[in-house]
């Protein structure tokens, strides 16, 4: 069984504050890891992928990915309203013989506040 | 056409009736995934196809079929509705060498 845990929240920042999205994962040989951002009674969008261990930072967005805890996260710096919204995280397996099939979280809600 | 499109964008539809909710994209994309999405429960995977003239089945298949003609075309029938098939339903697609997928918008499907 594949599992990628997420805090279901819902969580709750003022305008201006750092965001912080948590993730896990249970399966040790995923290698890509995926953030959608999906608003309400919208389709879920793509907003950062990251494939090796540290950082990696686009705009406000910074995922960051500990392969050894399996744990992977995502930072939203200067939170916005328009930030508000359920974060899904996804992982691909490395193995298995599902090309391209994905794990999703059942996703964090946040919303910021102005 | 850009991405992905979906049709319908929504539907009622009487119990024990048949249904195909369409799905095409224009990227070329390899593989094609159905998912639902229900209140608590997340992104649910029905079936996948990897290719052109291949299908699988994902974690909740029962009750759903697919095909694969052609590259570009996804379609998930149900045979027979049931009411616990009303959801959302996504289809995405992945050219598979990264695992990135991109969604549609998504059909909203109620069974009554």
């Known amino acids: 069984q594949k599992e990628v845990e997420q805090n279901s929240g819902p969580l709750s920042v003022p305008e201006g504050a750092i965001a912080s999205l948590n993730c896990t994962y249970s399966?040790?040989?995923?290698?890509?890891f995926f953030w959608y951002r999906q608003y309400s009674g919208k389709s879920p969008e793509l907003i950062m992928s990251?494939?090796?261990?540290g950082d990696k930072e686009d705009g406000r967005f910074t995922a960051q990915l500990n392969k050894a805890s399996q744990y992977v996260s995502l930072l939203i710096r200067d939170s916005q309203p328009s930030d508000s919204a359920t974060y899904l995280c996804?992982?691909?397996?490395?193995?298995?013989?599902?090309?391209?099939?994905?794990?999703f979280g059942r996703g964090t809600q946040l919303t910021v506040w102005p | 056409i850009a991405g992905i499109t979906q049709a319908p964008t929504s539907q009622i539809l009487a119990a024990g009736r048949r249904m195909t909710l369409r799905c095409t994209q224009d990227?070329?994309?390899?593989?094609m995934y159905w998912y639902r999405q229900d209140l608590g429960l997340g992104l649910r995977l029905i079936h996948y196809?990897?290719?052109?003239?291949?299908?699988g089945k994902g974690e909740v298949p029962d009750g759903y079929s697919v095909s694969r003609a052609n590259t570009d075309d996804f379609p998930l029938t149900l045979a027979s509705a049931v009411p616990s098939q009303t959801s959302v339903y996504f289809c995405?697609?992945?050219?598979?060498?990264?695992?990135?997928?991109?969604f549609g918008p998504g059909t909203r499907l109620t069974v009554l």
């Open positions: 995405a697609s992945s050219d598979g060498s990264l695992g990135e997928q991109f």
């Open positions: 990251i494939y090796s261990n």
């Open positions: 996804a992982v691909k397996p490395d193995r298995g013989s599902t090309l391209g099939r994905l794990y």
């Open positions: 990227m070329r994309h390899n593989a």
């Open positions: 196809s990897n290719t052109a003239g291949t299908t």
């Open positions: 399966d040790r040989g995923s290698q890509s």
